[in-house]
């Protein structure tokens, strides 16, 4: 199938969605996403204009950073049991998603210093900084120009610089069309999920839908709940537009000059190839630890309570706190 396949597809949920039926289906689906997105959020000025981000939890900061197709949302609910375990995390939408500017610089370099303007909005000084898929450019990029700044690195399916390796490429027209067509309209990405689904999960989570359909309901749901955190995308078109071109062929970066202990996580049959990137990462950065699961896509299916196990042992237990005691910030805490 083909970009013609998909738009004939779109055409046919279009067509259907003529009848107040599946019109309803639409807004059922649509209309929590922007409840979702505007609920919990603030805006503050920075060198780079607004910057909209979220908070949950009490205890030490951490700096969550989300992934392609994502917005402060979904870095919140990444981290969400980060943040019952004690954690404050603080989640920014990057530049061009939701109700962040998108500056004539929307570099990864530029994300990186605007965040350091987030933190001094808020009083904090030091941090440990996790950023997921595409967001790992700009986490990566925080540590190497502000070292002082971040106490632990977690670059996780890091989008980022295998060198030697060719930019990679959608597996079939199917996904190419998926991904150039389906993430410029709220109405065909809708289509795409009641009709392509599992065309969806391949290409845009980069995930096999065998895993899927095996996992257990839970993993199910969280998957469908990445799939479906997409939306808006008619709120998120510019920073999925910078994350294609800054991820779609990412540039070196200086990874040896990277201080803060590091954590690089990815999972082998990642589509996207994020293993070769989370290996160059840890043999590149000083010191750094490797997390890389046999199988579970870009989403780490079947992992998740894994990866949890293993932030956790990387950023120091979070204990309970005493009446009238500040909490223990562990190891790489702020």
Not at 44 to 56: H, K, L, Q, V, W
Not at 70 to 83: I, K, P, T, V
Not at 107 to 122: E, I, R
Not at 283 to 293: N, S, Y
């Amino acid at each position: 199938m083909h970009r013609r396949s998909f738009i004939g597809l779109a055409a046919l949920g279009v067509l259907a969605a003529g009848t107040g039926l599946v019109w309803r289906d639409y807004h059922r689906m649509l209309d929590p996403a922007w409840v979702r997105t505007t609920q919990g959020r603030k805006l503050i000025p920075t060198r780079s204009g607004a910057m909209e981000y979220g908070e949950a939890g009490e205890g030490p900061p951490l700096l969550m950073i989300h992934g392609t197709g994502g917005g402060f949302d979904q870095g919140l609910a990444f981290a969400r049991r980060l943040s019952e375990a004690g954690w404050r995390v603080i989640a920014p939408s990057r530049f061009g998603y939701l109700g962040s500017d998108f500056p004539e610089d929307a570099s990864s370099a530029a994300q990186a210093d605007a965040f350091v303007d987030l933190l001094d909005h808020l009083g904090i000084d030091r941090l440990p900084v996790l950023g997921g898929s595409a967001g790992a450019l700009s986490a990566l990029s925080f540590a190497i120009r502000h070292p002082e700044r971040c106490t632990a690195l977690v670059p996780i399916v890091p989008a980022t610089h295998v060198p030697g390796r060719p930019a990679p490429r959608p597996p079939n027209r199917m996904s190419e069309a998926i991904i150039r067509w389906g993430l410029r309209s709220d109405l065909l990405f809708w289509a795409g999920l009641r009709f392509a689904r599992d065309h969806m999960i391949a290409s845009l989570l980069a995930t096999d839908p065998a895993l899927v359909q095996a996992a257990t309901p839970e993993e199910q749901a969280r998957v469908d709940a990445i799939l479906h955190g997409i939306l808006p995308v008619g709120a998120k078109s510019r920073g999925l537009l910078n994350d294609a071109r800054l991820a779609g062929d990412p540039a070196p970066l200086d990874l040896g000059a990277i201080r803060a202990p590091t954590l690089a996580v990815s999972v082998e049959d990642d589509r996207f190839g994020t293993a070769a990137a989370a290996r160059h990462i840890a043999a590149t950065v000083p010191g750094a630890e490797l997390l890389v699961f046999p199988e579970g896509g870009h989403v780490w299916v079947g992992h998740d309570e894994e990866l949890l196990a293993a932030m956790h042992g990387f950023l120091g237990p979070r204990p309970e706190r005493p009446a009238g005691r500040e909490p223990d910030p562990g190891p790489h805490g702020g």
